[in-house]
């Protein structure tokens, strides 16, 4: 089945921006620049993005001037940015601007996706609109020994404890790595069934 995951790193404290909306942070954590392929989805067929994700990246990685470098992260795989100003496009890359309320643009994913997964990379509140639309199946948070003091939120909602069941946790080189399996809205069992919350301890 395919399944819409919300996939990122966070500080400690809850944030995956610093206050001036900045990732730097996380390059300085070994292993933030060149993650461990277990960080990554491994079926992502489709990529997601908030307009605020997607201008950091063209910037931080002077996209427009080097659109090669597009491939790097992304890959050939579609990316889905929401926004509702027009914005560059580096030469080249798979990007599709939508709008309007994630409901509305969700069969584009999903076809685009095809039997594969959909990545929600950021940030929180694309993430939040998914969540809205009970559409998202999984949040995966790869927690680094960092905290920033305030920021960009995870996740501005709050989800009680009946909607998140505990996948995994494991060490992964500096980060603990938490899965979550989200119920559907008016159920309590989640989409994919849990593991039993099995608790993984990685190497030191």
């Known amino acids: 089945?395919?399944?819409?995951?919300?996939?990122?790193?966070?500080?400690?404290?809850?944030?995956?921006?610093?206050?001036?909306?900045?990732l730097s942070w996380l390059f300085a954590v070994d292993g933030g620049d060149q993650p461990d392929a277990s960080l990554i989805p491994a079926d992502a067929g489709v990529l997601v993005e908030g307009a605020t994700t997607y201008e950091w990246l063209l910037a931080e990685s002077d996209l427009l001037a080097h659109p090669e470098r597009w491939r790097e992260f992304h890959g050939d795989?579609?990316?889905?940015?929401?926004?509702?100003?027009?914005?560059?496009?580096?030469?080249?890359?798979?990007?599709?601007?939508?709008?309007?309320?994630?409901?509305?643009?969700?069969?584009?994913?999903?076809?685009?996706?095809?039997?594969?997964?959909?990545?929600?990379?950021?940030?929180?509140?694309?993430?939040?609109q998914f969540f809205d639309a009970d559409a998202l199946d999984q949040i995966a948070v790869s927690v680094a020994p960092v905290t920033l003091g305030g920021g960009a939120p995870v996740l501005p909602r709050r989800i009680e404890s009946d909607r998140l069941s505990l996948r995994s946790a494991e060490q992964v080189g500096a980060f603990a790595r938490l899965v979550y399996d989200i119920a559907p809205a008016g159920g309590r069992s989640a989409r994919s069934a849990p593991t039993g919350g099995v608790v993984r301890e990685g190497p030191r």
């Open 1 to 22: 089945m395919r399944r819409i995951i919300y996939d990122m790193a966070s500080s400690l404290d809850g944030f995956i921006a610093d206050g001036a909306g900045s």
């Open 77 to 128: 795989r579609p990316t889905f940015v929401f926004t509702s100003r027009e914005l560059p496009r580096p030469a080249g890359a798979d990007i599709r601007f939508v709008a309007g309320p994630v409901s509305d643009v969700l069969p584009r994913i999903r076809e685009a996706a095809g039997h594969r997964d959909v990545w929600v990379v950021g940030g929180g509140d694309v993430a939040g």
